[in-house]
């Protein structure tokens, strides 16, 4: 059998923006290639002029209009520029190529329409959005395209058109069944739509021999617009009477009678909530006596109108998924009860593959979709992190575009979204008593500090009572969850166990369910297809509870299976494992743990330190010791490696740890810890190990020997956990960091050209004109040129100092807080290198500072001011630009957008807040790994020191200060002196 020829296609693309910089054009040119690189390695002859530039054969004046003619798929990498060159409204002198290529394509177009929609297709690069889409070109297939790999779907959907690999394939065309006709003896009769006022739409194709003449005299037999009810409806601005109307059911709501189609969503919700149960390892009796416990909705919840959504928000185990699906039965009844009521729809985050309203539409129907709107439940968008803010979006543009409808989305982070969180309640005592109880047919007592709190949590407070003859001896949830686990692989076998943790790995990886057969034996893959804790979709598979598919894919990092050098090779790939890893740190065992941790502290401090917050707000974290007075070996070891690993991602701010700042050590390798533990308090303690004696110590003793050596000492109550090292390492040196933190990172930035450099010279600069001789400072006017402008109102008696009209002050301002977005970038960079996007502001960048300047010389001022130079008010707030690209690079740069005493912009951001938050979630939404770290979108105000020798570092260096705090290595608010 001969292979298939190779589909051929053109990369159509404008290489430059005429504003772009070199590095932006650089990045947009790797992401051309990347594309081309991809496509030619899944078996597309993709071509694209950057691999032809150095033939001096080619004749490029026709090689565009060649390449577009013999290609079977002509590939549009859009763009702004690209966009330009279509419409005609780029440069004459830029573009020619692309311009070339485009007239081509619109010669297609004009010769053969069907040609050119079925040759032409529209990629959608990172960076790129829907407004660089000529509008003529909508109708076009596209491609939205995140990264370059296998799994992006983007790629995939793109890959099957080219190759015509559809992923559904039309079943073969049955038998005509026997279909008699349905007579009527009723003869329809038109009368124009004008003598009569019917409401009720709805639409449908008109069928069964309805007569008359339409306007121009043909036959009334075609789609058609229905607005009526009894026996009378609109047809083509007619009224048809007593005619029989039948409508092309093509949705499983048009398919099925209403109370039908409810009973079905009844029953389906039944199910998911008996799963849930089932998969938590109860008995179907235990289940049946946990379900007659109703939920309790929200009161924000209950009272969501139409045209608007709420995320409802709550940690690991806080019953997220029942309370919608309580408020899901209420939409049921309440359609069963009102036949004009909106149509509840279920929708699970993985088996949402595209837009939300496409998925709506495919299961209600645009007819029950404009006439009755659907009550929608979005269902764990924390199990697909990278879609959680494109999902939202959709959410917020679906009930926009059908007002009759509402969305309830639900998820462990709140997503950013301010307005519209509703928080999970966790449960009484009484309600969790209640709860142990159905389960255990008798009360749970004697739970213990540890436990108390979990069973707040209605996972928790099941799990609580299914073991309640074990829960004595655990110390914390953890251990609860490896109970029920353990239970099932016991009974279900070892080989289940590995094919479990590798379907862990797999559906994390993929975000969506896989088949298992592509990764085990045939044998193992029906055994889990099988298996209580997964749930079951043909051949593919995935967790029945997000829990459990944490456990298992911890288990692999634990044991070896997956590598955790893999997971971090960029905030994406973090971003998949975050959850499994804050399981790790929770649960793992110590000698197992800390190589894991380790190599996360060294690559990002900052997403180490979320997954160490993520194991309280998940609810992980054991609340009992796990060590004694005799393990202080073990522990100070342990904290040893964490130090140590914590100072390496710390880079040039390991220089706080206060034996290094003190200059007595340059090495952890030169200090000892002394650990000392009682009952109730730990006590750790860091010393130089030789202080030019022969009495060098080791690198761990016990506190309770004698120290006379320079020290930092550290008590607490004593921690719990298995992992608290981590934590307690984090928290001593971040005490160090910020005592520190201005003093390394003004001497970092003194010692490299840059805007501290600048600001410090000018300082100088200014100390020297005030006690400078009459005449110096004329004699070397270049020395003296200020920085920043300076003031433009001479000094009077009442104001003995120059003083600044508002438009002066606006160009000092501008200038101020263009150099400190520069000195920002310039202190991530050199001062906290390895924390990447876990900074808020770095990952924000590039970045629109958007605000108004208030300043009036002339105004009465307040006999509570200090006497001097009158302090600006800023009223602003950070808009993002651009998205990274493939490559990592960061197309556009940082602008400042101001305007003076202009009420309309201080009304504009307070205002419209929602049209300016949409370029942040915009942002969020392209680079979704970033979530996590995201600041607030807020709006920030106060009146700024615009007069300091330095304000741009002092105000770069509290925006870092703030990122840092956000990440745990700072606390407090940034010190009002230096």
């Not at 946990?290 to 940690?315: C, F, K, M, N, W």
């Not at 001479?794 to 807080?817: C, G, H, K, N």
């Not at 920030?940 to 300091?948: E, L, Q, T, W, Y």
């Amino acid at each position: 059998m001969t292979s298939p020829t190779p589909p051929a296609a053109l990369v159509s693309w404008a290489h430059k923006n005429t504003a772009w910089a070199p590095e932006q054009e650089q990045s947009w040119e790797n992401a051309v290639r990347s594309l081309v690189e991809c496509l030619r390695a899944k078996g597309v002859d993709a071509h694209v002029d950057l691999y032809y530039q150095s033939d001096s054969s080619i004749d490029w004046t026709r090689w565009g209009q060649k390449m577009v003619r013999d290609s079977d798929f002509v590939i549009v990498a859009v763009s702004t520029a690209w966009k330009q060159r279509w419409e005609g409204t780029n440069e004459p002198t830029v573009g020619a190529g692309a311009v070339v290529e485009a007239d081509t394509l619109k010669g297609r177009f004009n010769k053969n329409q069907h040609e050119f929609q079925q040759k032409t297709l529209i990629v959608m690069l990172p960076g790129v959005s829907d407004e660089d889409l000529p509008a003529d070109l909508y109708r076009l297939n596209r491609f939205y395209i995140k990264e370059f790999t296998d799994t992006d779907d983007g790629i995939q959907r793109l890959l099957r058109m080219l190759h015509k690999r559809p992923l559904h394939v039309l079943p073969e065309l049955g038998l005509l069944p026997d279909l008699p006709p349905e007579r009527s003896a009723l003869s329809p009769k038109l009368i124009p739509a004008e003598s009569s006022s019917l409401q009720s739409p709805a639409r449908g194709r008109a069928t069964g021999g309805i007569g008359g003449p339409e306007p121009s005299g043909n036959t009334a037999t075609r789609d058609i617009s229905v607005v009526g009810n009894g026996n009378t409806v609109t047809v083509g601005g007619y009224h048809v009477h007593n005619t029989h109307i039948t409508t092309t059911a093509t949705t499983p709501y048009e398919k099925a009678d209403r109370n039908e189609y409810l009973d079905r969503l009844n029953s389906a919700s039944r199910s998911r909530l008996e799963h849930r149960r089932l998969g938590a390892g109860l008995s179907p009796e235990q289940v049946a006596r946990t379900l007659t416990e109703r939920v309790r909705v929200p009161q924000q919840l209950d009272e969501l109108i139409a045209s608007d959504y709420r995320l409802l928000v709550g940690p690991l185990g806080s019953g997220k998924s029942d309370i919608a699906e309580e408020w899901f039965r209420c939409r049921i009844e309440d359609a069963k009860k009102n036949p004009t009521a909106p149509v509840p729809v279920w929708v699970p985050v993985r088996d949402l593959d595209g837009q939300i309203s496409d998925h709506i539409v495919s299961e209600v129907g645009l007819d029950a979709l404009t006439g009755l709107g659907a009550d929608v439940v979005v269902d764990g968008l924390d199990e697909r992190t990278d879609e959680a803010a494109t999902v939202l979006r959709q959410a917020s543009e679906f009930v926009a575009k059908w007002p009759k409808s509402r969305i309830i989305l639900t998820s462990r982070t709140q997503e950013k979204v301010t307005k519209r969180v509703v928080p999970v309640p966790m449960l009484t005592r009484s309600s969790a008593e209640r709860l142990m109880r159905l389960v255990a047919g008798r009360p749970i007592g004697g739970l213990g500090r540890h436990l108390e709190e979990a069973v707040e949590r209605p996972f928790f407070a099941l799990l609580v009572a299914l073991h309640a003859s074990a829960v004595e001896g655990t110390t914390g949830v953890p251990e609860l969850i490896d109970l029920v686990v353990e239970d099932v692989v016991a009974a279900e076998g070892h080989n289940l166990y590995t094919g479990l943790r590798r379907l862990a790995v797999e559906t994390i990886r993929s975000g969506k369910a896989v088949d298992p057969a592509r990764f085990t034996t045939t044998d193992v893959a029906v055994q889990i297809r099988k298996s209580s804790l997964v749930t079951t979709t043909g051949r593919k598979c995935n967790f029945s509870l997000t829990i459990y598919e944490q456990w298992f894919a911890a288990k692999a990092l634990l044991e070896g299976e997956e590598s955790v050098d893999e997971l971090l090779t960029s905030l994406r790939a973090f971003d998949r494992w975050k959850y499994v890893l804050a399981m790790v740190l929770a649960a793992g065992e110590p000698t197992r743990v800390d190589p894991v941790m380790a190599a996360v502290a060294r690559w990002n401090p900052g997403a180490a330190s979320w997954v160490i917050d993520e194991t309280h707000s998940g609810g992980l974290s054991h609340t009992a010791p796990d060590f004694e007075p005799d393990d202080w070996e073990e522990v100070g070891h342990r904290l040893r490696t964490a130090t140590a690993a914590w100072l390496d991602g710390l880079g040039p701010l390991a220089e706080a740890f206060f034996l290094f700042s003190a200059a007595e050590a340059q090495d952890l390798d030169e200090v000892t810890v002394a650990v000392n533990i009682d009952c109730s308090k730990l006590a750790v303690s860091w010393m130089v190990s030789d202080v030019g004696t022969n009495d060098v110590l080791p690198s761990v003793i016990s506190g309770n020997l004698p120290m006379d050596r320079s020290r930092v000492s550290r008590s607490h109550a004593v921690p719990t956990g298995l992992n608290w090292v981590w934590e307690i390492s984090r928290d001593h040196l971040a005490d160090d960091v910020a005592q520190r933190f201005l003093g390394i990172a003004l001497r970092i930035g003194q010692q490299q050209p840059g805007v501290v450099q600048r600001e410090v010279h000018d300082g100088t600069r200014i100390r020297n004109a005030q006690f400078a001789l009459p005449g110096q400072l004329e004699a070397d006017p270049e020395a003296i040129a200020p920085l920043y402008p300076e003031g433009d109102i001479a000094p009077t008696y009442a104001t003995p100092w120059w003083s600044f009209t508002p438009e002066r002050m606006l160009d000092r301002v501008q200038q101020v807080i263009t150099a400190a977005m520069t000195c920002y970038l310039e202190l991530a960079e050199t001062v906290t290198p390895r924390f990447g996007d876990t900074l808020g502001h770095r990952g924000l960048m590039p970045a629109e500072f958007y605000g108004n300047v208030s300043h009036d010389p002339t105004r009465e001022r307040s006999p509570f001011e200090f006497p001097g130079l009158d302090e600006p008010g800023i009223r602003w707030l950070l808009k993002p630009t651009g998205t990274p690209s493939p490559d990592g690079r960061r197309p556009g740069f940082n602008t400042v957008s101001l305007t003076l005493n202009d009420e309309a912009r201080i009304k504009e951001i307070d205002d419209d807040r929602d049209a300016l938050y949409s370029s942040f979630r915009a942002y969020v939404e392209a680079y979704p790994p970033y979530e996590a770290f995201a600041p607030n979108f807020s709006t920030h105000s106060g009146r700024f020191d615009m007069h300091s020798a330095t304000p741009a570092t002092r105000l770069a260096l509290s925006w870092l200060w703030e990122d840092l705090t956000e990440l745990g290595w700072v606390e407090g608010h940034f010190p009002s002196s230096w």
